[in-house]
């Protein structure tokens, strides 16, 4: 599109007609308020995961909806969807990019098949209220100023922040429900029901190692026998591993030391075979949790996982056990079998108490912050070199959510641009330290920005040229002594073609005049089609054109016929309950 631009540019240096736009138009593009709004709200997004905030909203959602694809879209799309019905809706969908990137790892679902959904209900909750898009924002002004050419009896009353509710309401439920009844059919990827996180690391360690395990957790009640002992005792007993233990609401360990004792109320996260922890279970009372609750966060694969290291040449472990060493508590690692000379050795038999040799593999269970250090460690050689070790931030929650607080205070009681509201907040995360310059120019999607930053020139020509006005004049001109509604739905066809080329702020601004005068000649309401027009421009989802699908365009790995195929039906959607829900309300 910008290549378009430069050729137009090019003619009309050698004489052709005058361009459609001009220079400085043709790359303003990286400097509208949209492009740098959507800069701002990626680091701001980045600063608030860098501190672990979206992981947790992440381990909330997954614990009220599961691991299943069709529960875990309702969940998030509803959330994003009501947030943006009071933010701008590319920043609900870039604060939860995150968020779903992390949903995303630990349930084993495709990006690509919870991004959509969740950038198409962004969209939709902006018609929920009078403030969740910019058409809608400027719906009333534009009102009034048309009110100024009419008669008296004929002038409009805007309309309240909630006038709309029902019909955003109803335009979100359809959209959820679209995703969650022909998802499967549509989104582009394989669908998936349910994927335990590590599944594929657990067929690994299976296939090479012949190690059959699976997390559960357990309460122990104040009746077991297990109050008092010690976690060692537990391991002897059960041939298993406690990696996770949680005592009280502030002591929670990843692969505890062996000599911490259980109490009354303590939960276990227990790695295992399964049949032997159900058997263990079984025998002390107790209930598996199949889905992790507790340590949901903790034991994720995104924080934790099975790991190979060596026992190289010249370690200072050589000749000493497990147990002599104090592993976990000294390196953060469990030891779950030892491979040599052929030969898998587990728990059974008494691996933790065999003198490590040279050439040993070691099959253990940690964070991997842990691992991180232990890969500087000489005494041991990583064999699993690929594993996520990002540096959290936690102690920088507090600057995160006061750099978000302003932000989000500007936008809602000032008059602050929102790209300035933004990149305040964005600026303040790096002053503050919660990100620093190279992560935050990491955190911005440069493709999605550039794809943005083009088709804005595009739309301006098509405005500025009198191609989209002559569109409207032709299409409306053929339309008389037709049936109001006939006319009320080619206006939404309008509007809904128009967002696809063009801004839909210059949508709206370009169709709602018209809208209006054609509602007057037809007898029909005028403030009730120049609502149609505001709510008909959010109907882009046939292209990636609008701001949240290009944002979501690079993460999610679409191609342009997916946005067609998934798009399509949910235009043809979005137009029957609007249409409907209008005439049913007004």
């Known amino acids: 599109m910008v290549l378009l631009g430069l050729i137009s540019q090019f003619g009309y240096l050698i004489g052709l007609p005058e361009p459609l736009v001009t220079g400085r138009e043709l790359f303003g593009g990286f400097s509208s308020n949209a492009v740098m709004s959507i800069i701002a709200v990626m680091i701001v997004g980045a600063g608030l995961d860098k501190t672990g905030l979206m992981s947790r909203v992440a381990t909330f959602i997954i614990r009220v909806a599961g691991h299943t694809e069709a529960r875990v879209i309702p969940a998030i799309s509803s959330t994003v969807g009501v947030i943006s019905s009071f933010m701008q809706n590319v920043g609900a969908a870039a604060l939860f990019l995150p968020v779903v990137g992390r949903i995303s790892a ?28 910019s058409p809608l924002i400027l719906l009333n002004d534009l009102m009034l100023a048309s009110n100024k050419a009419l008669p008296p009896d004929q002038q409009m009353q805007t309309w309240s922040l909630f006038a709309v509710t029902p019909i955003g309401l109803a335009l979100l439920a359809t959209g959820i429900a679209y995703f969650v009844f022909a998802g499967r059919y549509v989104l582009p990827g394989k669908a998936t029901e349910s994927v335990t996180s590590g599944a594929s ?12 395990y699976a997390v559960y957790e357990t309460v122990i009640p104040a009746s077991s026998a297990l109050v008092g002992k010690v976690i060692d005792d537990i391991e002897r007993l059960g041939r298993l591993r406690v990696i996770a233990i949680m005592r009280g609401s ?20 227990l790695l295992g075979a399964p049949e032997r922890l159900r058997e ?38 050589i000749g000493k056990s497990a147990r002599d060493v104090w592993m976990r508590k000294k390196y953060g690692i469990s030891l779950m079998a030892l491979h040599r000379g052929g030969k898998t050795l587990r728990e059974g038999d008494g691996v933790r108490d065999l003198p490590l040799q040279s050439g040993d593999a070691l099959v253990v269970h940690t964070s991997w912050e842990a691992l991180a250090h232990l890969k500087q460690d000489k005494n041991f050689v990583l064999i699993t070199t690929e594993f ?20 989000l205070g500007l936008i809602l009681f000032t008059k602050t641009m929102l790209s300035i509201s933004l990149m305040t907040g964005a600026i303040g995360m790096i002053l503050l330290r919660v990100l620093k310059v190279e992560e935050a ?28 006005k002559w569109i409207a004049e032709q299409t409306l001109l053929y339309l008389g002594g037709t049936p109001i509604w006939v ?32 509602a007057i000649g037809a007898g029909a309401d ?28 690079g993460p999610g790995g679409y191609h342009v016929a997916d946005y067609m195929r998934a798009g399509g039906i949910m235009t043809i959607l979005f137009l029957s309950v609007l249409m409907v829900m209008l005439n049913v309300i007004f």
């Not at 804005?456 to 009198?466: D, K, M, R, Y």
């Open 280 to 317: 263990f279970a079984a025998a002390n009372g107790l209930q598996l949790r199949e889905q992790l609750e507790t340590f949901a966060e903790q034991l994720s694969s995104a924080k934790a996982g099975i790991a190979e290291v060596v026992i190289p040449p010249g370690s200072e472990l």
């Open 388 to 407: 996520p070790h990002e540096e959290l931030r936690p102690n920088k929650v507090n600057a995160a959510l006061l750099c978000f607080g302003v932000a």
């Open 526 to 553: 005028p403030a009730v089609f120049a609502l149609t027009v505001a709510l008909a421009t959010s109907n882009s989802f046939f292209l990636p054109t609008h701001q949240v699908n290009a944002l979501l365009m």
């Open 250 to 269: 502030d002591d929670l360990r990843i692969d505890p030391a062996r000599d911490v004792q259980i109490i009354s109320g303590s939960v276990l996260g």
């Open 487 to 518: 006319i009320q739905l080619a206006i939404a066809v309008l509007a809904t073609c128009f967002t696809l080329v063009m801004s839909n702020v210059g949508a709206t601004v370009l169709l709602v005049p018209l809208a209006v005068n054609i």
């Open 441 to 468: 120019y990491r955190a911005v999607s440069w493709k999605s920005v550039f794809l943005l930053a083009s088709l804005i020139p595009l739309g301006l020509a098509v405005e500025t040229s009198g191609t989209a």
């Open 106 to 133: 630990r349930t084993g679902l495709p990006m690509s098949r919870l991004l959509m959904p969740m950038g198409f209900c962004a969209i939709l909750g902006g018609t929920i209220t009078m403030v969740g898009s």
């Open 201 to 212: 690391a657990m067929d690994y360690f299976q296939k090479l190692y012949g190690l059959d």
